[in-house]
């Protein structure tokens, strides 16, 4: 195994990209720099998409890399006494330094659809970033 | 005639919004940068990056999202490439 260093070369991912809707190719830009010493274990989503850093040197970089695919839905299969923790909802709110000011909306509300999809609650929302698109008004059928 | 090239990423399509992606490119030759090389922006708006002499020469257009993706996201929206060129020949 080998360091993750500059001038090794490193993975690049582009974060929240496994929410987006575009092809990984047209992605030159909003990459990341992975920088973490031999024998760092990384978990990433597999839906991440990422690239690898020019190697500078005549070193060959190398690495391990075990994938996990899920066979079944993957809905509270894990500890989820603390689902309504006020932690939770700060977590999945979190805006960061490198959001767009439109996008950073659109990251939270799709934080808010994965998570609905990992616990079943359909109610769980964020400011209300879902609901207030999703609770429209519909005409109603005169009585 | 070579040209370095600075792209940068902004919150929004005001050249004075804050940098949030960024890359640069030498074509002089003298170095070799390429995207994800610094964990810190070379300036902190598109507008301090004017101000350093860098010329502004493509900016995004503004594309509203396809009916029914209106809350997708994807890649950085507002890029904004700028030069400095240099005379001579290449060395």
């Known amino acids: ?143 | 005639m070579r040209q370095q090239v600075l792209v940068l990423c902004l919150a929004s399509s005001a050249l004075d919004s804050d940098v949030v992606g960024w890359s640069r490119y030498d074509g002089t030759g003298r170095t070799r940068p390429t995207t994800g090389d610094s964990d810190e922006p070379p300036y902190s708006t598109g507008l301090a990056a004017l101000q350093d002499g860098w010329r502004l020469f493509q900016a995004s257009q503004l594309l509203p999202p396809q009916s029914g993706h209106e809350y997708d996201v994807s890649f950085p929206k507002h890029e904004f490439f700028f030069e400095k060129v240099e005379e001579g020949p290449h060395p």
């Open chain 1, 1 to 143: 195994m080998d360091d993750f260093s500059p001038p090794l070369g490193r993975t690049r991912p582009v974060r929240s990209s496994h929410a987006n809707q575009q092809a990984p190719p047209d992605i030159g830009s909003g990459q990341t720099r992975l920088t973490c010493p031999a024998g760092t274990v990384v978990l990433l989503h597999h839906g991440i998409w990422h690239s690898g850093r020019r190697n500078d040197t005549a070193h060959r970089r190398s690495l391990y890399k075990l994938r996990l695919n899920p066979t079944v839905p993957q809905v509270r299969l894990w500890d989820a006494c603390d689902l309504h923790e006020p932690a939770v909802t700060a977590e999945l709110g979190t805006y960061f330094p490198w959001y767009e000011q439109a996008t950073a909306r659109l990251e939270i509300y799709n934080r808010v659809l994965l998570w609905r999809a990992l616990t079943g609650d359909e109610s769980f929302d964020v400011e209300y970033w879902v609901t207030r698109v999703s609770n429209r008004l519909t005409l109603r059928k005169p009585a």
